[in-house]
């Protein structure tokens, strides 16, 4: 790369198939760490990690060899991998198909991990498709609601 320098932070958003509540925290509790380390695998850096039942936040540092969508690949399809081998009663779980990725700036970077962190409470008043039509909508992405996640 030479005299290349890449500053590329990504939040991820992504659900289980038909937003089913796999996700219990003590999964949750697990899936973290073994996420960040897919991420050091494949030469991303996890940042935070955070959700709910039935969907995951993710801020994750790219480098400039991985895309967008190499690196939520790595992401679901690892851990939904190692889902199925670790938990017996898990059998069935499956991520949803597609995801949401948002370019963060550095300055934002606190605020994101801050917002990541408090998955619990956020969904305590707002549901996941409220939030990601807000996400949506922050980012000027024009969408279609019979296609959201």
């Known amino acids: 790369m030479g005299n290349s320098y890449i500053s590329c932070y ?3 958003v992504f659900t289980t198939k038909n ?3 796999w996700l219990k925290s003590d999964i949750r509790e697990k899936l973290y760490p073994y996420l960040g380390g897919i991420a ?6 996890l940042l935070k990690a955070g ?3 039935d ?7 790219l480098p400039a060899t991985i895309t967008i969508a ?15 081998e670790t938990f ?3 059998k069935g779980f499956a991520w949803q198909e597609g995801y949401g990725s948002f370019t963060v700036s550095v300055s934002h970077i606190d605020m994101i ?3 990541i962190a408090n998955q619990e409470e956020h969904h305590r008043k707002i549901s996941f498709r409220e939030e990601f039509i807000d996400i949506l909508d922050e980012h000027g992405i024009d969408f279609d609601e019979k296609y959201l996640l």
Do not use: F
């Open 10 to 12: 990504v939040h991820y």
């Open 19 to 21: 937003h089913e509540r």
């Open 40 to 45: 050091r695998k494949n030469n991303l850096k």
């Open 51 to 53: 959700g709910v039942e």
């Open 55 to 61: 969907h995951l936040h993710l801020l994750i540092s």
């Open 70 to 84: 190499k690196g939520i690949q790595y992401l679901k399809g690892g851990s939904s991998r190692w889902i199925h």
């Open 88 to 90: 017996a009663d898990m």
């Open 113 to 115: 991990k801050n917002y």
